[in-house]
């Protein structure tokens, strides 16, 4: 129908999610959809991770962790699912924001195990 309007797509690079206004061109030659992103500067900057998704595996599907060691027959494939938003109401450990563990920095080295109940 012509009435009916496209879905905006937006950006696959990390953390980005605006609407996106160009395509990978190695993705529309081999066939990968949902390679979207919002700017060539975009693309630059996700360019180290995301040229591993044009390796396809051995069953057709592309592994965005390649150098991941697999021990069984689950892998992982592309597109990954959205990031989910965790409610504000959940408490956050010390190192969300940042990704210093300043909890357990305080300990290291200490021999005092602390018993949680």
């Known amino acids: 129908m012509a009435s009916e309007q ?3 797509k937006l950006c696959t690079g ?13 993705c529309i030659k081999i066939g990968v959809k949902d390679s979207y992103f919002c700017s060539q500067e975009c ?3 996700n360019w180290t991770t995301h040229k591993f998704i044009h ?3 051995p069953d057709g599907t592309f592994d965005p962790f ?9 892998r992982a494939s592309y597109p ?3 990031t989910r938003k965790l409610p504000e109401h959940i408490q956050r450990p ?3 924001e940042d990704g210093f563990p300043i909890s357990e920095d ?3 080295g200490s021999s005092k195990i602390e018993v949680l109940r």
């Open 66 to 74: 390649p150098a991941s060691v697999y021990t069984g027959k689950l």
């Open 106 to 108: 305080r300990v290291k």
């Open 80 to 82: 990954l699912s959205a």
């Open 43 to 45: 693309f630059k900057a």
């Open 55 to 57: 390796k396809k595996g």
């Open 6 to 8: 496209t879905a905006v």
């Open 14 to 26: 990390l953390d980005c999610n605006k609407p996106s206004k160009l395509s990978c061109p190695t």
């Open 94 to 96: 010390d190192y969300s």
